[in-house]
C-alpha cells in the first residue's frame, strides 16, 4: 500500500470542498487472482446484457494479474474487509488519484492522453488493436502495465484506466454508487481524468470494466 498525506481540496467537478484524514491505497487495483484466492468471497460474474459481459476475467488463469472484475459494490467492500481493510471514499480516491495538493488533471500530470501516444499512458480502447476475447489486448490490462507509478507523486497505478473504482460514497440515486477512473472500454479522455465523477451506477452492477482497490488507516 501507499501512504497520502492528510488535505483539505476542492473536487475537481463540483463545487464541494473536502477534508481527508491520513491514509494507505493499495497501490495497483486488487487483481483477479487475490481476489479468486478469497475462500469466503462470492465468485465473480455478471449477467449483463451488454457485449462487455464477455469480458470477465475471472474464468481465464492467464489474466491473474489483470483487475479482478465483474464484481459489485457489496462483494468489494467484504473482500476489501476480509483483509483489514476498507473501499474508499470518493474523496480518498480523488486526493490520491490527484496526487494531494499537486491537483493532477490526470496520474501522470496534465497532458489528456490520446490514441497515438508513444509510449502509451493507460489502458483503454481507444488505443488498441482488435483481437477476439480473451486474447490480449481485449479487456483489462495486467496491473502497473502503463507504469504510472513511475511519475505518480504516491507511486499508483492505473488510477486512470483499466478499470472503475467503486467507493462508498451514494451516488446521485438511493442505491447507486460515485465510480472513479474510467475504464479499458473508454474512448474519451475526459472520462479518466481524476476529478471526473461517475455518479449513476447501482451497487448491484458487476460490469467487466469495474473493479477497486482498497484503503486502510496507517499503521500507528
Known amino acids: 500500500m501507499a501512504y497520502v498525506p492528510r488535505g483539505t481540496f476542492e473536487f475537481a467537478d463540483v463545487e464541494e470542498r473536502a477534508s481527508v484524514d491520513a491514509f494507505c491505497i493499495d ?4 487483481t483477479m487472482a487475490a481476489y479468486n484466492a478469497c475462500g ?14 464477455l469480458y470477465c476475467n475471472s474464468e481465464y488463469g492467464f489474466r ?8 459489485d459494490a457489496l462483494q468489494a467492500l467484504y473482500y476489501c474487509e476480509s483483509v483489514g481493510k476498507t473501499l474508499p471514499s470518493e474523496a480518498q480516491w480523488e486526493w490520491a488519484a490527484r496526487g494531494g495538493e499537486e491537483a493532477r488533471p490526470y496520474p501522470w500530470g496534465g497532458a ?4 497515438d501516444d508513444d509510449p502509451e499512458r493507460l489502458c483503454w ?8 476475447w480473451p486474447d490480449r489486448p481485449q479487456g483489462t490490462c495486467p496491473v502497473g502495465s502503463f507504469a504510472q507509478a513511475a511519475s505518480h507523486p504516491f507511486g499508483l497505478e492505473d488510477m486512470s484506466g483499466n478499470i472503475w473504482h467503486w467507493t462508498t460514497s451514494e451516488g446521485s440515486r438511493e442505491g447507486d454508487r460515485v465510480v472513479r477512473g474510467g475504464g479499458w472500454d473508454n474512448t474519451d479522455a475526459d472520462r479518466v481524468r481524476t476529478g471526473y465523477r461517475n455518479t449513476g451506477i447501482p451497487e448491484g452492477t458487476r460490469h467487466a470494466a469495474l473493479g477497486f482497490r482498497c484503503v486502510a488507516e496507517p499503521l500507528p
Open 125 to 132: 480502447i481507444a488505443a488498441r488493436d482488435s483481437a477476439d
Open 40 to 53: 469466503t468471497c462470492s465468485p465473480a460474474g455478471t449477467d449483463d446484457a451488454s457485449s462487455t459481459a
Open 64 to 71: 491473474g494479474s489483470d483487475p479482478a472484475n465483474c464484481i
Open 112 to 115: 489528456p492522453p490520446t490514441a
Open 27 to 30: 497501490e495497483t487495483p486488487v
